[in-house]
């Protein structure tokens, strides 16, 4: 294990001593490569020297708009050797929220995949702040401060003389879905290598050995999981650029993985694939879930001859529960170093068995987290001390817990949050539109789909299939709805408030349109 003071050497000290010990053995697998320590710091070191020669200092911030790659890491820990505040951002995000993002962040320079240009091209004109843009693939021929992340990548370059890093330091910012308003950029101190190390060690992995990761590195999970705990375990890690059921084993065992996280609707999905007689015939040991169905648990246990651990933390705040004892549908207890409770609307414990709001902090009591920039949406979230997840959740008489739902008007569907802010901004851009409002509803799978209410203009015409032309391109692939409902008008509270809760109870109706059923097709590429 690391301990606390090599931690507080830095991080770039930790990757420092795993190169000086073994620089030609392999850290990153990506299809057919492996990239050794040395390599690694190399590359990483010809990013951050890039980034100084452009301009870029200490306390400066850099959104990256990326795929999973080996560049995304390069780039990522050039950043955090510098002091540089790495804004990831969902590579799907589009229009009024991408734009919001950067100019929320105050990012000076967007690293960005070629395939993802025409999109921030598409707003650039309304992030100003945005002053250089890194492309990694090919470069097109655009105007502005344009550079190749290739052509720093090719350069052996040493260290740039960054000197020392102390206050000026941005923060990393990741952004998560806000409630009925725009997504919030969360500051987390408290996702730090130590608290990484407690989620790792029930696992049973050693170091040497490959851990797996098929999700985003943009996202919390694979970032600071996957690829934080490899690096301070000493593992060797697989990224797949996406998550694929069909592939997905055939790349467990081409990387030789022993392990590899899930969000919940992918363990469904993997059931569901054809069983075959070398199902159990694969390295993989432990998964660490988050969000697994109850009824899916031991099915894959046994087909797949693993063993899963079910674990609950979130970008927000620091906190993590764990079930080690396989107790199925729990999310466990609490790892050491953080408190969790459920309590009721007036933040009293509830009696096992009774729903109530999750909150938790860290066992000094002392906020770690906050949303940038959002100080009245901090002091919300965190009441009394707790922070409130505004998810759901009971405890039983043994004191594990055990997840029931979402308090707040927030939708998660395959693994992304999603706002009906988010929705409903672009759906009220329709010139037929006159007020809209997105809310979740069960999915089969596990997770929400996504109802979208829709009150059109007197005198107005539009169809469903209409409407969701309009938003394709303009917001996430992901956040477009299954289902669409026309009526005349929304329930509204006494201060004219959309009445989410309402709508919530109703669900599909008879009058309800899914375009699953309708064959309608929403489009990844646009």
């Known amino acids: 294990m690391i301990s606390l003071p090599e931690f507080l050497s830095g991080l770039e000290g930790v990757i420092l001593q795993r190169r000086d010990a073994h620089p030609n053995e392999t850290f990153l697998k990506w299809k057919d490569d492996e990239i050794s320590w040395g390599d690694f710091v190399d590359r990483i070191y010809a990013v951050a020297a890039g980034f100084w020669d452009a301009g870029i200092r200490t306390g400066d911030r850099a959104a990256m708009m990326m795929g999973n790659c080996p560049e995304f890491l390069y780039a990522y820990y050039a950043m955090v050797f510098m002091g540089v505040g790495a804004v990831p951002l969902n590579v799907a995000q589009r229009g009024e929220a991408l734009a919001y993002i950067l100019n929320d962040s105050g990012a000076s320079a967007i690293i960005i995949d070629d395939v993802l240009v025409e999109h921030f091209l598409a707003i650039r004109d309304r992030v100003p702040n945005v002053r250089l843009m890194i492309i990694q693939g090919s470069v097109p021929s655009i105007e502005g401060n344009v550079i190749a992340l290739e052509e720093w990548l090719k350069v ?27 997504p919030k950029g969360v500051v987390n101190k408290g996702i730090n290598p130590i608290n990484i190390i407690k989620l790792w060690e029930p696992t049973g992995v050693r170091a040497g050995e490959t851990i797996y990761t098929p999700l985003p590195l943009f996202h ?16 060797k890690l697989a990224i797949a650029e996406r998550f694929s059921a069909s592939k997905h084993w055939d790349d467990c065992r081409k990387y030789n993985a022993v392990e590899f996280n899930t969000l919940g609707a992918m363990i469904p999905i993997l059931l ?23 009824y899916a648990w031991r099915p894959l246990e046994e087909r797949f001859k693993l063993r899963l651990i079910e674990w609950f933390g979130m970008v927000d705040s620091p906190g993590f529960l764990m079930n080690t004892t396989g107790k199925v549908g729990s999310m466990g207890k609490s790892l050491p170093g953080f408190d969790f409770r459920v309590v009721d609307d007036e933040d009293r414990d509830v009696p096992p068995g009774k729903v109530g709001e999750l909150v938790f902090r860290s066992d000094t009591g002392k906020a770690a987290a906050f949303y940038y920039g959002k100080e009245d949406a901090t002091n919300e979230a965190w009441r009394h001390d707790w922070f409130h997840s505004g998810d759901l959740a009971w405890i039983d008489e043994e004191g594990d817990f055990f997840y029931a739902g979402r308090k707040k008007a927030s939708m998660r569907r395959r693994g992304e949050n999603i706002s009906a802010w988010e929705i409903e901004s672009v759906v009220n851009q329709y010139p037929a539109v006159l007020e809209s409002a997105a809310h979740a509803v069960p999915s089969e799978l596990s997770e929400d789909e996504i109802k979208l209410v829709v009150v059109l203009k007197p005198e107005q015409t539009a169809t469903p299939e209409e409407i969701l032309d309009f938003c394709n391109g303009k917001m996430a692939y992901y956040a477009i709805p299954r289902y669409v409902e026309l009526r005349d008008s929304l329930p509204k509270t006494g201060t004219h408030r959309i009445e989410y809760t309402i709508l919530k109870q109703e669900g599909i109706t008879p009058e309800t ?14």
């Open 156 to 182: 052996g370059r040493d260290r740039p003389p960054i000197g020392s890093l102390a206050k000026a330091s941005a923060d990393n910012i990741l952004y998560t879905s806000g409630t009925t308003g725009p």
């Open 220 to 235: 919390g999970n694979a970032l600071a999981v996957s690829a934080l705990g490899a690096i301070m375990l000493d593992y």
């Open 513 to 526: 349109w899914d375009r699953e059923a309708a064959g309608y097709a929403v489009s990844r590429d646009r």
């Open 272 to 294: 569901k694939q054809p069983e075959g007689p070398d199902d159990g015939d694969n390295p993989v040991r432990v998964v660490l879930s988050a969000g697994c169905p109850a």
